[in-house]
Antibody, heavy 115, light 109 residues
């Protein structure tokens, strides 16, 4: 059973970079068979796909966030990471990591953008 | 950028049947959009019900089914139960770019 756990600061200042890491347990990372996603949900709002990274390292991002997003993979640590630059209050959300398009999800972590 | 559309809200009676739909601003939804359906109950993490149009996970209740109907992806719930009251999201792939619909709030009443 694959398990995912998000970690990172719960508070980020406006204009700074949001950085989160997802640690994967109970499954392989980097085997070339899977991809790993970041999804977010603003308070009281719907789900928004941020992007994903293949085991190969190639990425795909939501066009609306593409200029500010970087997703990377560290297979040795079984982790993948999200960086979102130049954040504003509109980036306040619960951030989820997931395997594939959402076969398995982390519990989510609330990130608040505020000074 | 494409927009994925869903009914904002629907109501179904206990034991009844309801179909939620997922449309695309770019035209008909096809199997090439690899439609996914997620269920999210208040305060909980979303769970996948249907993947690639009509495939179920081991945890998907048999009363849920996915299909393509009238140019849209569809999620049909038969014999609705009170525990099915939730928000439902569809997800479509546009040449690898993944977009969610706005969600459908399903009330079982």
């Amino acid at each position: 059973q694959v398990q995912l756990q998000e970690s990172g600061p719960g508070l980020v200042k406006p204009s700074e970079t949001l950085s989160l890491t997802c640690t994967v347990s109970g499954g392989s990372v980097g085997s070339g068979r899977y991809y790993w996603s970041w999804i977010r949900q603003a308070p009281g709002k719907g789900l928004e796909y941020i992007g994903y990274i293949y085991d190969s390292g190639s990425t795909k991002y939501n066009p609306s966030l593409k200029s500010r997003v970087t997703i990377s993979l560290d297979t040795s640590k079984k982790q993948f990471s999200l960086k979102l630059s130049s954040v504003t209050a509109a980036d306040t959300a619960v951030y989820y990591c997931a395997k594939g398009k959402g076969d398995y999800w982390g519990q989510g972590t609330l990130v608040t953008v505020s000074s | 950028q494409a927009v994925v559309t869903q009914e904002p809200s629907l109501t179904v009676s206990p034991g009844g049947t309801v179909t939620l739909t997922c449309g695309s601003s770019t035209g008909a939804v096809t199997s090439g959009h690899y439609p996914f359906w997620f269920q999210q109950k208040p305060g909980q993490v979303p769970t996948t019900l249907i993947y690639d149009t009509s495939n179920k996970h081991s945890w998907t209740p048999a009363r849920f089914s996915g299909s393509l109907v009238g140019g849209k992806a569809a999620l049909t719930l038969s014999d609705a139960q009170s525990e099915d009251e939730a928000e439902y999201y569809c997800l479509l792939s546009y040449s690898g770019v993944l977009l969610f619909g706005g969600g459908t709030k399903l009330t079982v009443l």
